[in-house]
């Protein structure tokens, strides 16, 4: 079964600066990768998702991420981050005709003025 | 507003009791997905319907069970339940099955806590 880790568990920075969160995954067959963001007592909202095509995908709020098959890695990106922006990030992986999604453990991201 | 709502917000119950999560999902939607997040164990899947079946299963206990009705509001039961079900519960739904439509919009959560 496919699994996720994500890198870190929090990322602190400061406003204005470039941010990585970073992603990993394992599956044996071809997959598809989201992110989510989960603010403060909210529940999960996709930012962006990876199906095929273009492996840069670009998501709201300004994030991207870029999809690299033979480090098996999504990690998200952002060039230039705000303070809405501290929150909780998911990646998350689905196999190919499999609809069990898989999450990780998530990035606390907590964005300092 | 993902349009997809979850009752009750909050809920507190004692070891040994049964309670029963509610989820309508967006309109049109007819897939539903139950998923549980801990602080020891993350966000998991549970369960998945679809148009009233189940359509797919993931790490649900057997004292948990769930069931989508013909207006395809879904319900999740727990039952003799133990202080590690305290936890955060999300229903999510989309258009069609998982890999078709591939994305899903997640309800506001119900917190449980058994005590």
Redesign the interface.
């Known amino acids: 079964a496919q699994s996720v880790t994500q890198l870190d568990s929090q990322v602190p920075v400061f406003e204005e600066a470039p941010v990585e969160l970073r992603c990993n995954y394992s599956s044996s067959v071809s997959v598809y990768l989201f992110w989510y963001v989960q603010y403060p007592n909210q529940g999960l909202q996709l930012l962006l998702k990876y199906l095929s095509g273009s492996t840069l995908v670009k998501g709201i709020n300004g994030f991207e991420a870029e999809f690299n098959k033979s480090q098996t890695s999504f990690h998200l990106r952002k060039p230039s981050v705000h303070i809405s922006d501290t929150a909780e990030y998911f990646c998350a992986v689905s196999e190919f005709n499999n609809n069990d999604m898989r999450f990780g453990a998530g990035t606390r991201l907590t964005v300092k003025p | 507003d993902?349009g997809?709502t979850q009752t009750p917000k909050h809920l507190i119950t004692a070891t040994g009791q049964r309670v029963t999560l509610r989820c309508s999902p967006r309109s049109g939607d007819l897939s539903v997905?139950w998923y549980q997040q801990s602080l020891d164990q993350?966000?998991?899947?549970l369960i998945?319907y679809y148009n009233g079946e189940e359509?797919?299963k993931?790490n649900i206990l057997e004292r948990f069970s769930a069931q989508q009705f013909p207006d395809l509001h879904s319900e999740l039961n727990l039952s003799s339940l133990e202080l590690g079900d305290s936890a955060l519960y999300?229903c999510?739904s989309s258009a069609r099955?998982?890999?078709l439509s591939?994305?899903?919009?997640?309800?506001?959560?119900t917190r449980l806590t058994v005590t």
């Open positions: 993902s997809v997905y993350g966000l998991q899947f998945q359509r797919a993931g999300f999510a099955d998982l890999h591939y994305e899903q919009y997640f309800g506001p959560g």
